[in-house]
């Protein structure tokens, strides 16, 4: 799986919306990013996904770039429920393979 | 909502012993999976299985290690005799469409921790 590169950590304020962005320059083609989170104590919890187009769904909105190189994911509304660690993903067959994603820290 | 359940949520044996991890995918989900988890290090990918066998494994999932979906709603890891580096958290996922280089979802239970003593 190609590699992707993220921030160790970032931080925001309760409200408002987090960018957590994430390189992949050697995506290939076919690779679909995918992005997980897992809160602390838990399992890894599905985030979004995408291909080539932008993607919202009710947790959280992916940005991807026209070269596909970069990706964000968009909370746009962070709780103190959103602190965990969230993994940018490349996946070309079947299987996710996680780094050591950002760990967001939220401040209330 | 269909969850992933593991059981036991913990578990602690003795060095060399063998222990069997158990878990219920959601019921209409065809891929399965094993991953773990060293304290405060990341996710490792251990198995992947799918039509009653193994698709794909990681280094980590050598002759120790074994998978079973004995039944139409369990699938298990099997670690036959345990050594102290196994001690961690032991995650199940599932996943309706497999491929997530298709865009496939993972979904994961809340973990079995292993202890090995």
């Known amino acids: 799986d190609a590699k992707t590169t993220q921030p160790n950590s970032m931080e925001s304020n309760e409200e408002e919306p987090v960018h957590l962005p994430c390189n992949h320059s050697?995506?290939?083609?076919?690779?679909?990013i995918h992005w997980y989170r897992q809160l602390p104590s838990q399992g890894p919890e599905y985030v979004i996904h995408?291909?080539?187009s932008n993607v919202n769904n009710r947790m959280a909105s992916l940005a991807i770039a026209e070269d596909r190189k970069s990706s964000t994911l968009i909370l746009h509304r962070a709780t103190l429920r959103d602190a965990a660690v969230y993994y940018c993903?490349?996946?070309?067959?079947?299987?996710?393979?996680f780094g050591k994603g950002t760990r967001l820290h939220i401040l209330p | 909502e269909p969850e992933v359940t593991q059981t036991p949520s913990h578990q602690v044996t003795q060095m060399g012993q063998e222990v069997i991890l158990r878990c219920v995918p959601i019921s209409n989900h065809l891929y399965f999976y094993w991953y773990r988890q060293i304290l405060g290090q990341k996710v490792e990918f251990l198995v992947s299985f799918y039509n009653n066998e193994i698709s794909e494994k990681s280094e980590i999932f050598d002759d120790q290690f074994s998978v079973e979906r004995p039944d139409g709603s369990n699938f298990t890891l099997k670690i036959r005799s345990t050594k102290l580096e196994d001690s961690a958290m032991y995650f199940c996922?599932?996943?309706?469409?497999?491929?997530?280089?298709?865009?496939?979802?993972?979904?994961f239970g809340s973990g079995t921790q292993l202890s090995v003593l």
């Open positions: 996922a599932s996943s309706e469409e497999g491929r997530t280089g298709r865009g496939g979802k993972l979904f």
């Open positions: 050697t995506i290939s083609g076919t690779d679909y």
């Open positions: 993903i490349l996946s070309g067959d079947d299987k996710i393979i």
């Open positions: 995408g291909l080539t």
